[in-house]
């Protein structure tokens, strides 16, 4: 597994080591052939979300809000990035669990 690489308030790259669970974003309309429940999470930070999860397994995020309010999704675009430090920052997390 890679390590995280986040943009930090200064525009410096900060790599964080880590070996456990991903993740990466999705989208409701590309899900609409399988079975899922949304479940919503508050966490200090993405690796306390992943934690969560058994290494390698990779959770499909559908939303990423920080303290500052700022909503990230799969279609966010923001210049400066985060606009909070999610790594350590409390943030909400809402994610697809999937039925089997």
């Known amino acids: 597994m ?3 690489k986040f943009l930090s308030n200064d525009d410096e790259i900060t790599i ?3 070996d456990g669970a991903s993740w990466m974003w999705g989208k409701l309309e590309h899900l609409n052939q399988y079975q899922y429940d949304i479940v919503e999470d508050n966490h200090y930070g993405i690796h306390s979300f992943l934690n969560q999860f058994p290494r ?3 959770a499909c995020v559908l939303t990423i809000v920080g303290p500052n309010g700022r909503l ?3 279609d ?3 210049p400066d990035g985060w606009g909070f430090d999610i790594t350590l920052d409390r943030i909400n997390v809402r994610w697809v669990r ?3």
Do not use: C, L
């Open 56 to 58: 390698g397994f990779v």
């Open 76 to 78: 966010s675009e923001y």
């Open 98 to 100: 999937f039925r089997e």
């Open 16 to 18: 964080q080591p880590y």
């Open 2 to 4: 890679k390590p995280f």
């Open 72 to 74: 990230h999704d799969a």
